[in-house]
């Protein structure tokens, strides 16, 4: 059974660093893309990074600069570092593994807000 869980959301205030996990189980993140999703209160969920088997990473453009998506393959492990958050990062954030062949899997999400 393959299982996402995402963790180290958190209340943080403007201009400070979170770093988020998702451990995989019953995957291997290397053999997959992939990628980091927040949804805002009211708004759709956008992707904001991803990284592909090879290690190739994209962020999208709001966030370039500010958002790392390291990954640990010893821990099965992908990493969202972000710096220098603002309040329009509250959201809560997923993570999502795409396989070449079938369907995703999702995380259930951990929860950022950012505010002083």
């Known amino acids: 059974q393959v299982q996402l869980v995402e963790s180290g959301g958190g209340l943080v205030q403007p201009g400070g660093s979170l770093r988020l996990s998702c451990a995989a189980s019953?995957?291997?993140?290397?053999?997959?893309?992939m990628g980091w999703y927040r949804q805002a209160p009211g708004k759709q969920r956008e992707r904001v990074a991803h990284?592909?088997?090879?290690?190739?990473?994209e962020y999208t453009d709001s966030v370039k600069g500010r958002l790392t998506i390291p990954r640990d393959k010893g821990k099965n492990t992908v990493y969202l570092q972000m710096n220098s958050l603002q309040p329009d990062a509250t959201a809560v954030y997923y993570c999502?593994?795409?396989?070449?062949?079938?369907?995703?899997?999702w995380g259930r999400g951990t929860q950022v807000t950012v505010s002083s």
């Open positions: 019953g995957i291997t993140v290397s053999n997959n893309l």
């Open positions: 990284i592909t088997r090879g290690g190739n990473v």
């Open positions: 999502d593994a795409q396989p070449l062949i079938g369907d995703g899997y």
